[in-house]
């Protein structure tokens, strides 16, 4: 199969046709479709993983589980500051598992304000999606800045992330979809649907800094995209190209024109 294939098929095809069938499903019986989007990045990673490796080898080994951790805990039937806290202990050990052989073996001091960083963006943003106002887009920025930081992964020579955060873009896809279209005042995408996948991008981006040696400066701006499509509901779609569209546009520009291909993973 010719490699071009093999790189959309489990990238951007499957997801997105996946996630356009679940939001229809969904439409039409009101299912949760957290499990749903679980569901679709998950055989998009084993497409292109393969069979999961017991106990993980490698930083992309352990997705699978810490999204299988963050769903469950996700749906648990307690109060919405006891699931901010256990999803934030999620979030801090999943962290900790990606970086942690290479801090073990030395303290690297800007790594460790990185992942001080990232951990506080990721608290902020769980407690804001647990407890915030519903808006009207928030599969959108997701999938923007999902798709951005596929293109920057994959034009950094980093192919296997390019790969998966571009399947993460895909199946926010059906529901980007819905939110742009559509004329509903809230989104289709579950709370927990929208934590798992902000977990799993946060992982990602961690990923493509500690071990593909991802610019720095493209990463920052694609987390003042987090940040901003946080700071309140998005309900205009403008809204979403001036928080999450234009840093990320910036973060692309950054990386083509500052383009050093040296990295591999």
């Known amino acids: 199969m ?17 996630s356009l069938i679940l939001v229809t499903v969904m439409l039409r019986r009101h299912w949760n479709g957290a499990w749903g989007l679980a569901a679709i990045w998950l055989i998009s990673y084993f497409w292109v993983r393969g069979v999961p490796v017991l106990p993980p080898r490698e930083a992309v080994d ?20 006891r699931q901010w806290l256990w999803l934030s202990a999620v979030l801090v050990l999943s962290l900790g598992v990606i970086v942690w052989p290479v801090l073990s073996q030395n303290m690297f001091v800007l790594l460790s304000v990185e992942l001080v960083v990232l951990v506080g963006i990721g608290v902020v943003m769980i407690h804001r999606l647990i407890t915030g106002t519903n808006a ?28 998966l955060s571009s399947a993460l873009a895909a199946a926010l896809g059906g529901f980007a979809l819905y939110e742009l279209t559509a004329k509903a005042k809230v989104t289709v995408l579950p709370v927990q649907a929208a934590v798992l996948a902000s977990v799993w991008l946060l992982c990602l981006m961690l990923i493509g800094r500690v071990y593909a040696n991802l ?10 995209a987090l940040i901003l499509s946080q700071v309140s509901p998005l309900h205009r779609w403008w809204q979403v190209v001036l928080f999450t569209g234009i840093p990320s546009l910036a973060a692309l520009l950054w990386l083509v024109l500052t383009q050093d291909a040296s990295s591999y993973y």
């Open 215 to 224: 610019s720095l400066i493209p990463m920052t701006l694609l987390l003042m």
């Open 2 to 18: 010719n490699s071009t294939y093999q790189f959309l098929l489990p990238g951007l095809v499957l997801p997105l046709v996946l």
């Open 136 to 163: 009207t887009f928030s599969a959108l920025p997701l999938a923007v800045i999902s798709t951005s930081y596929a293109i920057i992964a994959a034009l950094s020579s980093s192919l296997l992330l390019g790969q």
């Open 62 to 81: 352990w997705l699978w589980i810490i999204g299988s951790i963050t769903l469950v805990v996700g749906i648990l039937p307690i109060t919405s500051h």
